[in-house]
């Protein structure tokens, strides 16, 4: 929880009458404190899991209400409940108020299911409300109509999200996907009325384009989607789902820009992130770490290395702050990014110390390519510090690292190449600094082909050590 949730469920609980409901927030205090009262030790189990499950329950609670005027979602949530209430007691004028009223901000925001939802509601209540027959005629025709509306929408998204998972589970399996083809691309979102399905079709499109390695054609359709989030910011910038779908996208996008290096882009969407206001602690989370992601690889890519080492107090700033929040992968692929810098900056002992934080943690737990590059980031920084021996040491692990990834045949016999050559040079007890940089000219060539870019930069640095780094 963040504080101003943690801030909000201590008003929710001191504003109970219910003696219980505070006594529950001192062990919730005691609870983040790490400091748990005797009444809560092992022999009182039973206790423990109770009072665990109702503070649970509070929780819950308190963030609804708090997540209400955040997310409209919850919103809707809560005027169903009203409506369910008021129905149940007879007040249908009242219930028939809140369906408009639900109606309207789910139209707003294109939340087809809730229309549904809500005009089946409005037809019940109409049926047994309305004693005119013309006017209930009238009415129901026009829900009908209404239903089957926001019915076709439904199946078509359904169709849509249904048809990207088969593409997405093409491509994190790695099956054959020729049966899939390029007519995906020819379909028109721009065509369609319904907000979701534009959305919809234009992620079919992205994740078919990351399928068939088509990077040109992904940023196409990563534009459109961005253009249609921000034609709209002005409506949706106060609602979190909104936000969250729209920093998602943004990420996306300058993704796809860096990889194609179109760098005034990069520095453009850079400048977006910081004009994003968030509201909610995950929205600032999710703000921070699209951000840094996409600024480190950007200033690594511009050898920057510098601006990256003199923004590392910020960024472990920020960690610490958020915590439990970040992944584990983001937490340690920002730390991979810092060593890089730091080690082509020729700081390869302080490079050391957030290779050891990579490393530290329990194998299974990290990432496998993180891990094969806070690897290679090992020997490399033990070599510059001139512990060879060591260097020799390490070797022997990497190489079987890197045979069990999923890396092309032609790149893996590259990197083996080059830990060979380190390896020999490594080996060379006697051998001067001059002597030792020329050791790895034989590797000059193979230069461009190798796509692990702190590899590839570090090498440039010993066959050319006059090199700015």
């Given at each position: 929880?963040?504080?101003?949730?943690?801030?909000?469920?201590?008003?929710f609980t001191q504003?109970?009458?219910?003696?219980?409901?505070?006594?529950?927030?001192?062990?919730?205090e005691a609870?983040?404190?790490?400091k748990?009262p005797e009444?809560y030790?092992?022999?009182?189990?039973?206790?423990?899991?109770f009072?665990?499950?109702y503070?649970?329950?509070?929780?819950?609670k308190?963030?609804?209400n708090?997540y209400?005027g955040q997310?409209?979602?919850?919103e809707?949530h809560n005027l169903?409940?009203?409506i369910h209430?008021?129905?149940?007691?007879g007040?249908?004028k009242?219930?028939?108020?809140?369906?408009?009223k639900?109606?309207?901000i789910?139209?707003?925001h294109?939340?087809?299911?809730?229309?549904?939802e809500?005009s089946?509601?409005e037809?019940?209540?109409i049926?047994?409300?309305?004693?005119?027959k013309?006017e209930l005629t009238?009415?129901?025709n026009?829900l009908i109509?209404?239903?089957?509306e926001?019915i076709?929408?439904?199946?078509?998204n359904?169709?849509?999200?249904?048809e990207?998972?088969e593409i997405?589970?093409?491509?994190?399996?790695g099956?054959d996907n020729?049966y899939?083809?390029?007519?995906?691309?020819e379909r028109?979102?721009?065509?369609?009325?319904?907000?979701n399905i534009?959305?919809?079709?234009?992620s079919v499109?992205s994740?078919?384009?990351?399928l068939?390695k088509?990077p040109?054609?992904?940023l196409?359709?990563?534009?459109?989607l961005?253009?249609?989030?921000?034609?709209?910011?002005?409506v949706y910038?106060?609602d979190?789902d909104y936000m969250?779908r729209?920093i998602?996208?943004?990420?996306?996008?300058s993704?796809?820009?860096s990889r194609l290096g179109?760098?005034q882009?990069v520095?453009?969407?850079?400048k977006k992130?910081?004009?994003i206001k968030?509201?909610?602690f995950i929205?600032e989370i999710q703000v921070?770490?699209?951000k840094y992601?996409i600024?480190m690889?950007?200033h690594?890519?511009?050898?920057?290395?510098t601006?990256?080492?003199?923004?590392?107090?910020?960024i472990e700033?920020?960690?610490?702050?958020?915590?439990n929040?970040?992944?584990?992968?983001?937490?340690?692929?920002?730390f991979?990014?810092?060593?890089v810098?730091?080690?082509?900056n020729?700081?390869?002992?302080k490079?050391?110390?957030?290779?050891?934080?990579i490393?530290?943690?329990?194998?299974s737990?990290?990432r496998s390519?993180?891990l094969a590059?806070?690897?290679i980031?090992?020997?490399?920084s033990q070599?510059?510090l001139g512990?060879y021996?060591?260097v020799?040491n390490?070797?022997p692990?990497?190489r079987?690292n890197?045979?069990s990834?999923?890396?092309?045949?032609?790149e893996m016999?590259?990197?083996?190449?080059?830990?060979?050559?380190?390896n020999?040079v490594?080996?060379i007890?006697?051998?001067?600094?001059?002597?030792?940089?020329s050791?790895?000219?034989e590797l000059?060539?193979?230069l461009v082909d190798i796509?692990?870019v702190a590899?590839?930069?570090w090498l440039?640095?010993k066959?050319?050590?006059?090199d700015?780094?």
């Amino acid at each position: 929880m963040g504080q101003a949730e943690k801030r909000y469920f201590k008003l929710f609980t001191q504003s109970s009458k219910r003696e219980r409901d505070k006594r529950y927030f001192k062990y919730f205090e005691a609870l983040a404190k790490e400091k748990l009262p005797e009444e809560y030790n092992e022999a009182n189990k039973n206790k423990i899991a109770f009072t665990k499950n109702y503070l649970y329950e509070s929780i819950l609670k308190s963030l609804r209400n708090y997540y209400a005027g955040q997310s409209k979602y919850i919103e809707i949530h809560n005027l169903m409940c009203d409506i369910h209430i008021l129905n149940s007691k007879g007040l249908k004028k009242a219930a028939l108020k809140r369906i408009q009223k639900a109606k309207k901000i789910a139209k707003k925001h294109h939340y087809e299911l809730y229309l549904f939802e809500l005009s089946v509601l409005e037809r019940r209540i109409i049926r047994r409300s309305t004693k005119k027959k013309t006017e209930l005629t009238k009415k129901i025709n026009m829900l009908i109509e209404e239903t089957e509306e926001y019915i076709s929408d439904i199946i078509e998204n359904t169709a849509l999200i249904r048809e990207y998972d088969e593409i997405f589970l093409e491509y994190a399996t790695g099956n054959d996907n020729s049966y899939i083809q390029d007519e995906i691309l020819e379909r028109k979102a721009e065509d369609s009325s319904s907000f979701n399905i534009k959305i919809n079709t234009y992620s079919v499109q992205s994740m078919y384009c990351t399928l068939k390695k088509k990077p040109i054609e992904n940023l196409r359709i990563w534009t459109q989607l961005l253009k249609i989030f921000e034609e709209n910011s002005r409506v949706y910038s106060a609602d979190y789902d909104y936000m969250l779908r729209y920093i998602g996208i943004l990420n996306n996008y300058s993704l796809s820009c860096s990889r194609l290096g179109k760098n005034q882009e990069v520095e453009q969407a850079l400048k977006k992130f910081d004009t994003i206001k968030p509201n909610h602690f995950i929205l600032e989370i999710q703000v921070f770490q699209a951000k840094y992601n996409i600024f480190m690889l950007y200033h690594l890519k511009q050898k920057n290395y510098t601006t990256i080492i003199s923004n590392t107090d910020e960024i472990e700033h920020k960690l610490n702050l958020y915590r439990n929040n970040v992944s584990q992968d983001v937490r340690l692929g920002l730390f991979n990014n810092i060593a890089v810098a730091l080690l082509l900056n020729r700081q390869a002992d302080k490079a050391l110390d957030f290779i050891n934080k990579i490393l530290n943690h329990r194998r299974s737990e990290i990432r496998s390519d993180i891990l094969a590059s806070a690897k290679i980031l090992q020997i490399l920084s033990q070599f510059d510090l001139g512990n060879y021996l060591f260097v020799k040491n390490l070797i022997p692990s990497y190489r079987n690292n890197i045979l069990s990834l999923k890396m092309e045949e032609e790149e893996m016999e590259l990197q083996l190449k080059v830990i060979e050559v380190i390896n020999n040079v490594a080996s060379i007890e006697e051998l001067s600094e001059d002597n030792r940089a020329s050791s790895f000219l034989e590797l000059k060539d193979y230069l461009v082909d190798i796509k692990d870019v702190a590899l590839q930069r570090w090498l440039q640095q010993k066959i050319s050590p006059t090199d700015e780094a």
